[in-house]
């Protein structure tokens, strides 16, 4: 059996592993979009390096579009396997992946226009809406914990990674020729004290390893500390400077995160006197999903709905649909904060809020999360003076703050944590993947030095023989 890394190889995006046994069925680890890499984003998600039609399975760690993105675009293009992912990653992907079809052929018109400007062609969307929508069809939700048979010589069992609603490590059993071999794909590792989920929990023996390593070479401050720094930042702009927040998030998992933060500020009587909008349809209703499934959430927001019914709901807080709801948001003369996607700040409503705040020096932008290299985010976090946002240039005047802890992922301590729960000579072989080679290589050295062994950091077209 071999395994080829096509994406999230010494990268934090596009994550892609494939499987192929000795008999030749093919296993798709996650299926997600590259985000964040300028031109070549187009020609790498296209670009698939297998022939969908010939997928078996695509087994998924969790929702993330980075994880699942391109189900769509396979879809359309002849895959017709299952799709193995627990209930709320299918909940999720049902208006995850649509969402992502609407921004696309969305972009795509503006992007149209502008090349019809130039004398171009006009150019197609990756995929659509309805390609989306068509896809769920394949869908398959499973149980944490219960032990799934795929097809007559696989099995798989999901076990709670913490990382988001749903989230999962893919604990594989492949048999050939009478010999079991045990692959465990941990997608994205949350932390173990999350506010609003289960805290990740130890997961089965396993032969091959693949695991994460975004911040491998970086730790987080507590919760707590992050949740001051959140109130800090909204009372030094909305109170002594007068300014508006923009807080560029993912619409699920850290959205739900700030607004649960916010929502104990208020009902403690700590928050200043402003407005609150979240404003991304999508959030909208993954919140609504959040609530569908109480049975993921911790027990700090079991305590709270003790004697709050809505825990991400306050008098002040307000959830934006409309398009011309948003855009009013632009008019808006006093303090107030706005919560919208995307976290990386490369697609959906908060670059227009950028483009309308980013110059005015009394408002701030906080990021609460990671920003791949390249992206909009990371040019803003990294000092940029000026940026670009949809082809105009914006002098970055406001505030830029950044506030890591809020992120879903674990530091290099935590992830190193979690998967030690494994007997580390029992391990074959460990892959480093969804990450940056200096945090990789950060990070394998912390894993050496705590007893694991036979470590690759693979490059994106290796293929490996288990």
């Not at 006197?273 to 979240?278: E, G, H, L, N, S």
């Not at 006093?334 to 408002?363: F, Q, T, W, Y």
Request: aromatic share 8%; charged share 25%; with cysteine.
């Amino acid at each position: 059996m071999k395994v080829k890394f096509i994406g999230a190889a010494r990268e934090v995006t596009g994550s892609k592993h494939l499987i192929t046994t000795e008999s030749g069925k093919k296993i798709l680890l996650d299926c997600g979009m590259f985000q964040g890499k300028g031109l070549e984003t187009d020609a790498a998600n296209r670009n698939l390096g297998f022939d969908p039609a010939e997928i078996d399975h695509i087994i998924l760690t969790h929702s993330h579009i980075d994880h699942t993105g391109l189900i769509p675009y396979v879809y359309k293009n002849g895959f017709r396997g299952s799709v193995i992912c627990t209930h709320a990653t299918r909940s999720l992907c049902a208006i995850m992946l649509p969402d992502s079809g609407f921004i696309q052929e969305h972009d795509v018109l503006w992007f149209n226009k502008k090349r019809a400007r130039q004398g171009l062609p006009p150019v197609e969307p990756i995929y659509r809406k309805a390609d989306a929508d068509a896809c769920m069809n394949l869908f398959i939700g499973v149980p944490y914990d219960l032990k799934f048979q795929i097809d007559a010589n696989t099995r798989v069992k999901f076990t709670n990674t913490g990382h988001m609603l749903g989230s999962a490590v893919a604990n594989i059993e492949i048999t050939e020729n009478g010999k079991t071999t045990r692959i465990a794909y941990t997608g994205d590792i949350g932390r173990p004290s999350s506010r609003i989920l289960h805290s990740p929990v130890s997961f089965p023996q396993c032969d091959y390893l693949i695991t994460e390593s975004t911040y491998g070479n970086r730790l987080h401050p507590a919760n707590e500390v992050a949740e001051s720094e959140l109130l800090r930042v909204v009372t030094d702009t909305c109170v002594q400077k007068g300014g508006k927040l923009i807080i560029p998030s993912f619409a699920i998992g850290r959205t739900q995160e700030v607004v649960f933060a916010l929502n104990n500020f208020y009902n403690a009587g700590k928050l200043p006197k402003i407005d609150i909008y979240v404003d991304s349809p999508l959030a909208v209703n993954a919140t609504e999903i959040f609530r569908l499934y109480p049975d993921c959430l911790n027990e700090d927001v079991k305590t709270v709905l003790e004697t709050d019914p809505d825990p991400f709901g306050f008098s002040s807080l307000h959830y934006i649909k409309a398009v011309e709801d948003s855009k009013r948001l632009n008019f808006i003369k006093k303090p107030c904060v706005i919560i919208s996607a995307s976290g990386m700040m490369e697609a959906g409503r908060v670059k227009h809020h950028l483009a309308n705040n980013i110059s005015d020096p009394r408002n701030t932008i906080l990021a609460v999360g990671y920003c791949s290299p390249r992206t909009l985010g990371s040019r803003i976090l990294s000092g940029a003076k000026e940026v670009s946002i949809f082809g105009e240039k914006h002098e970055v005047r406001a505030d830029v703050e950044h506030i890591e802890a809020f992120s879903g992922h674990g530091d290099y301590n935590e992830m190193k944590s979690f998967i030690s729960c494994q007997d580390k000579t029992q391990i074959r072989k460990l892959f480093l993947v969804h990450g940056e080679y200096e945090a990789q290589l950060f990070y394998k050295g912390q894993l050496e030095n705590a007893g694991f062994h036979d470590i690759s950091i693979p490059e994106s077209g290796n293929e490996v023989e288990l």
